[in-house]
């Protein structure tokens, strides 16, 4: 166990459809990043937050947004969702803000957009 | 542009036996190197990293890794891989846009 809590753990939607991914960060990690892992794509870095504030954008499309709230969990906001988005979204905590401490990953959550 | 590449999409290895799975970074300098594991259903853990200093690298589970630069390579290695060794390992290396840019993966199967 990462102590990093994704929810939901799976989510099935339709085309044009908006969700939400949480997650909660390890107690104590100020950093939480976002990442997209599909067949096609790979592991690709969304974005960063740092103790609430952006710190890094990657491939994130202007589709989707985030933010880290002041009790530091984050959320992932996916709308006009297409089937391409269908994919394992993981969220990955660090204590400071570079990546070159250890990044601790969540679960992930399973979006399939039918 | 910065890339990982991990040239092997599948190894088959008997239990037992060593393992070497092959990763090359292109970058100018010297990038943070990294070894994640991903296990069935679950996120990925940190093996091992590399930032500077001795270019042979211990990490978790009995791994290492060794780096080589006029090779530009990174290789994960283990003497012998037991069946709770099958999982995808990726590579990654971050440069200072203070990401982590993974490889595609190299998914290790074990067989008794």
């Known amino acids: 166990d990462s102590g990093v809590t994704q929810t939901p753990k799976h989510l099935i939607t339709a085309t044009g459809q908006r969700v939400t991914l949480r997650c909660s960060p390890r107690s104590g990690d100020l950093s939480v990043y976002w990442y997209q892992q599909s067949l096609d794509q790979g592991l690709q870095f969304l974005i960063q937050?740092?103790?609430?504030?952006?710190?890094a954008k990657g491939n994130i499309l202007e589709r989707f947004s985030a933010q880290q709230f002041p009790d530091l969990h984050s959320e992932l906001n996916l709308s006009s969702l297409e089937l391409g988005d269908s994919a394992l979204y993981f969220c990955?905590?660090?204590?400071?803000?570079?990546?070159?401490?250890?990044?601790?990953f969540g679960e992930g959550s399973r979006l399939t957009v039918l | 542009a910065q890339s990982v590449t991990q040239p092997d999409i599948h190894i088959t290895v008997s239990e037992g036996a060593s393992l070497e799975l092959r990763c090359n970074y292109s970058?100018?300098?010297?990038?943070?190197l990294f070894w994640y594991v991903q296990s069935p259903g679950q996120g990925l853990q940190l093996l091992l990293k590399y930032f500077s200093g001795d270019t042979l690298v211990q990490g978790i589970k009995g791994f290492e890794a060794e780096f080589k630069r006029s090779q530009s390579s990174f290789n994960l290695r283990k003497p012998s891989v037991h069946w709770s060794d099958a999982a995808e390992y990726f590579c990654?290396?971050?440069?200072?846009?203070?990401?982590?840019?993974f490889g595609t993966g190299t998914r290790l199967t074990v067989i008794p």
């Open positions: 937050y740092y103790n609430g504030e952006e710190r």
């Open positions: 970058y100018g300098a010297t990038p943070y």
């Open positions: 990654a290396s971050e440069t200072g846009a203070n990401n982590l840019f």
């Open positions: 990955a905590s660090s204590v400071a803000g570079r990546v070159s401490g250890e990044l601790f």
